[in-house]
């Protein structure tokens, strides 16, 4: 039945303009444009295919990943493709790969630590590939904790070099993506060593690989660290494992923005904090909220679609049985996830802003935001990477037996994305820095210098310690400043109690350490009201389309009253609201969730996904699962003889057995 959409008369519910709300789910006409040409691009290519990911051995699945990074590549050049083509080209292809981190981690290492010399002499050959960079800063027994990495460099005066070795077993490096096999050189993060002194750790520039041959160079030993979780996934990248035997390098490959080494081996902090050193990751943080927004809705997209499509039980006289999606449980599960996808992408939109503008204060030598800047990328990865790895899980969930099947998509992306929880930094040792921002916040209140930015509301902390709920109705609670209010006075208390506890302690670092499960929550508090407030933000700007700004009203509602209903216990506990207050927000919830229903399909059509993206049987645009599923069974290799390898040595004798058995 090709051609026929079995979605159609979803479609015809439709009460808003789709085409105009797939502008502002790109951010803008031209982003759209731009995203929908090369999506398409890539969905024509049968080079991209991704089908038959799950069934290839890791070797396999490795070249065919180098196959495709390199096609991408001669594609990116033949059609002299802007940065902007080439890296939505590269996300449409939709397959982790080396290149991820050469363009993802070891290029912005260069731009934002190296010096304007190192900059002019590395950057060229990464832009044109002649060399490929990894991020090589995690070890075998560091990652969260930066400052205890042991690789060392030890500066030799006598030869102007740095000596980088690897002491122990613990210090080989371990997990840099595109290590393993296919980097030639690396940022590599070591202890700084000068005259016997430690300073702390820096970036190197370490060529790894011959540019000839590609065999390591000598002193290094360089491999893959192994399978990793789920079948196709991230096993196309080649996470790698790094040695080094007293490597040398010129005194020029050390990341010199931050400090400089000089020729006769001093120490020389410029103007720009240590904590730059760090820049890369907090600029990568800021990707991956942007990102959580795509992993989320792909899931969402599938999940919505499948239980439009999905009957199960409610026919009466014969008639069809009830689509999934009408089920009030289904609805309270899915919506949130809908909503919360449409959120971080603001959310994300305004996080892109605000690494902008912090990284030109940078170049303007005020660093003034930086702390604001890295509490909003580690709260905010964490929040949302949190959110979308379950939420993929619970869209597996919601598309029943079926969403098990690799043909849905939902297994893959799972275990694509789940790693995105430790990547980047652990989402708990993220969040216990947003804490320890939020404390010395709430420390230095009255201090005379007002919070400002995300935190400006703690600037009103008397108002907010006292303030009560005032809804009386459950309409009263599609009012933002009502809904606004609630979680600035659940975060404000939630930081003051733990700041109260903390304040007993002889020593806040013990302190810190035993209330560090409270301050999470209390970090978390904190980031969902930054991501409310940010979809209230966006509802003010002019947003045209018939119906566009209305359906975002209401998903702007769902996300913040799920929330408030989930964490009803904070809400409670902290004493802003009763409990009939509670239950009147979830009674505007289910109201709400009425208002999503007819629109839900439409809400996943205007992520503009093609169904080569999407990935999924389940998820397809015209909604024709049955048929499908049923070609894609018979596509399994294992259905290629009726009679299956190993009927002769396993499966016969067994059965010959059991009847020697039988006749005993
Ligand atoms: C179906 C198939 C689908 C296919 C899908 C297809 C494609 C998918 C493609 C791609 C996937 C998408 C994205 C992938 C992206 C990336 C994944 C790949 C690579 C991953 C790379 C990595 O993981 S790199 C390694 C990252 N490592 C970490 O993040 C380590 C975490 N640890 C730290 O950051 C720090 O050590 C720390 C912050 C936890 C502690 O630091 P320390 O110095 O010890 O700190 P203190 O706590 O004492 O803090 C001191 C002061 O410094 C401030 N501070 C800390 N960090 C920063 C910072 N970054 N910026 C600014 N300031 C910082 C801190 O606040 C303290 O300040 P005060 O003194 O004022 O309190
Ligand atoms: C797929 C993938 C790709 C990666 N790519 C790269 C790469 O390209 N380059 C690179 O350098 N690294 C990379 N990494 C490494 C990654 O950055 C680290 O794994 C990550 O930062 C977490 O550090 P860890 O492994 O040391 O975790 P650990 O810190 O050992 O965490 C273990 C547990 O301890 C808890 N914990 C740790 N410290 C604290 C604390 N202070 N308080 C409370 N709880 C704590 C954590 O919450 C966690 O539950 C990658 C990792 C993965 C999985």
Not at 90 to 106: I, K, N, Y
Not at 412 to 431: I, K, Q, R, S
Not at 607 to 634: M, Q, R
Request: glycine fraction near 8%; proline fraction near 4%; include cysteine.
């Amino acid at each position: 039945m090709e051609g026929v959409d079995y979605l159609a008369d979803e479609r015809k519910k439709t009460e808003f303009d789709v085409e105009e709300m797939k502008i502002v789910w790109a951010g803008s006409r031209h982003t759209f444009e731009v995203s929908d040409r090369m999506a398409k691009l890539v969905a024509n290519d049968p080079v991209f295919r991704k089908d038959d990911r799950v069934m290839l051995a890791r070797k396999d699945l490795f070249k065919n990943t180098l196959r495709k990074a390199t096609y991408a590549w001669k594609r990116i050049n033949e059609l002299r493709l802007s940065e902007e083509e080439a890296s939505k080209l590269r996300s449409f292809v939709d397959e982790p790969a080396f290149t991820d981190l050469h363009w993802g981690m070891f290029v912005p290492a260069i731009k934002g630590q190296g010096t304007d010399e190192q900059q002019k002499k590395w950057l060229p050959l990464a832009y044109k590939m002649q060399i490929i960079g990894c991020y090589a800063q995690t070890e075998l027994g560091h990652g969260s904790n930066v400052q205890g990495l042991e690789t060392t460099a030890t500066f030799d005066p006598q030869t102007d070099e740095f000596v980088i070795h690897s002491p122990t077993l613990t210090s080989s490096k371990w997990w840099p993506g595109g290590l393993g096999k296919v980097s030639t050189h690396g940022v590599v993060y070591a202890r700084l060593i000068l005259d016997g002194q430690e300073h702390g750790i820096h970036g190197f520039i370490v060529q790894l690989r011959s540019l000839e041959d590609h065999r390591p160079l000598p002193g290094i030993t360089v491999a893959d660290i192994g399978m990793k979780f789920g079948s196709g996934a991230y096993n196309t990248m080649d996470n790698g494992l790094l040695r080094f035997d007293h490597v040398r390098i010129p005194r020029d490959q050390m990341l010199m923005r931050v400090s400089q080494v000089t020729r006769d081996g001093k120490i020389v902090q410029s103007d720009v904090p240590r904590q730059l050193v760090y820049g890369t990751m907090v600029y990568v943080r800021q990707t991956i909220v942007q990102d959580a927004s795509i992993a989320l809705s792909r899931a969402v997209c599938i999940a919505t679609r499948y239980s439009a499509v999905r009957r199960q039980f409610g026919s009466s006289n014969g008639g069809p049985e009830t689509q999934v999606i009408d089920y009030k449980t289904q609805q309270s599960r899915l919506f949130p996830l809908l909503a919360s996808a449409y959120a971080f992408r603001f959310v994300g939109e305004w996080l892109k802003w605000l690494y902008t503008d912090v990284t030109q204060r940078l170049q303007a030598n005020d660093f003034s935001t930086l702390p604001e800047a890295h509490a909003c990328t580690a709260g905010l990865k964490s929040l949302t990477t949190s959110v979308t790895a379950d939420g993929i899980e619970e869209s597996r969930k919601l598309c029943g037996g079926h969403g098990y099947l690799a043909s849905s998509g939902l297994p893959e992306l799972f275990a694509v994305y789940v790693p995105a929880c430790t990547y980047e930094g652990d989402n708990t040792v993220l969040m216990l820095q947003v804490a320890r921002f939020l404390m010395k916040t709430v420390s230095q209140l009255g201090s005379g210098k007002p919070p400002v930015g995300t935190i400006s509301y703690m600037g009103r902390i008397e108002q907010l310690m006292q303030c009560r709920c005032a809804v009386k109705k459950a309409g009263d609670w599609l009012n933002p400043n009502a809904v606004l209010e609630a979680f600035e006075a659940r975060a404000a208390r939630m930081s003051v109690s733990c700041a109260q506890k903390l304040s007993k302690f002889s020593n806040p670092e013990e302190g810190f350490a035993e209330l560090s499960a409270d301050l999470v929550e209390a970090a978390v508090a904190h980031c969902q009201l930054i991501v409310v407030s940010k979809f209230f933000e966006k509802l003010q700007q002019d947003i045209p389309g018939k119906g566009v700004k209305r359906q975002l009203e209401v998903l702007c509602g769902v996300y913040s009253l799920h929330l408030l209903h989930k964490h009803q216990g904070d809400f409670l506990a902290t004493s802003y609201i009763t409990p009939k207050q509670a239950s009147l927000a979830n009674d505007q919830l289910r109201e709400l969730y009425s208002q999503v229903r007819p629109n839900a399909i439409a809400l996943v059509d205007a992520f503009n996904y093609t169904d080569h993206y999407l990935g999924s049987i389940l998820g397809c645009y015209d909604g024709n699962v049955y048929p499908k599923l049923y070609e894609a069974a018979w596509r399994d290799p294992l259905n290629d003889s009726v009679i299956p390898d190993g009927y002769e040595q396993y499966i016969r004798p067994l059965l010959k057995q059991q009847l020697r058995v039988a006749k005993l």
